[in-house]
């Protein structure tokens, strides 16, 4: 609970941040963005005692200017995400180290607030490790993080906190919407993520090398 409350205060910077140097979107302009993700499993602690802890780890998102007011985005988010599986009153949590890489499309309502959506597809990739388990010994039960990939739509609300020149703080909340859980399965996530956005390649400087 905690931890939702953080992010709730969080993304009240959105409606409040304010600066003079909002970044200018433009066709054919690439930046990237780079910094820490805090991310928590959506589910609260259960009777038997498993929990879901806030995290932490890192991320990378590519975003490509389609014109003044809209982007593509590609984003890569190293996790080690939790899942919660319950059956007749016991519980599984398991562990896993995976990939996250998002594909969508972001919007901007003005320079300093956007809204994404994006279709998510997760990849392990080291061993599960068992970090709750109630059932008894060999129970044949397991939870998505023994699956080869996990999907789902992710959405995002970004802010620009600070801007000079070609480079900018954001804060980017998101919640992740799983849509391969399995029964009685707690397997979405959210988190967020503060980076620094800088531009990869500017088009009207690549068309003036050009001339």
Known sequence: MKAFKNLILFCGIFFCATSTFAYTLKEGNVTAIVGPFFYKTNFGNTDTGAKSPLMGDVALIIEGDINDHSALEIGLFHMHKLYLRQQDG??????????????????????YVSLA???????????????HNDFPA???????????????????????????ENLAVIADARYAFSTTNKSDEKGDHYGLFIGVKFMVQEKERHNAKKE
Not at 92 to 109: A, C, H, K, P
Not at 117 to 131: M, R
């Open 117 to 131: 959506v994006a279709f998510y597809s997760a990849f392990p990739l080291a061993d599960v490790q068992v970090v």
């Open 138 to 164: 060999g129970t044949d039960f397991d939870t998505s993080a023994r699956d080869t990939s996990e999907n789902g739509f992710d959405f995002s609300l970004q802010t620009e906190l600070w801007h000079k």
């Open 90 to 111: 016991n519980s599984l949590v398991e562990q896993t180290q995976l990939f996250d890489i998002t594909l969508g499309y972001r919007y901007f309502f003005n320079p």
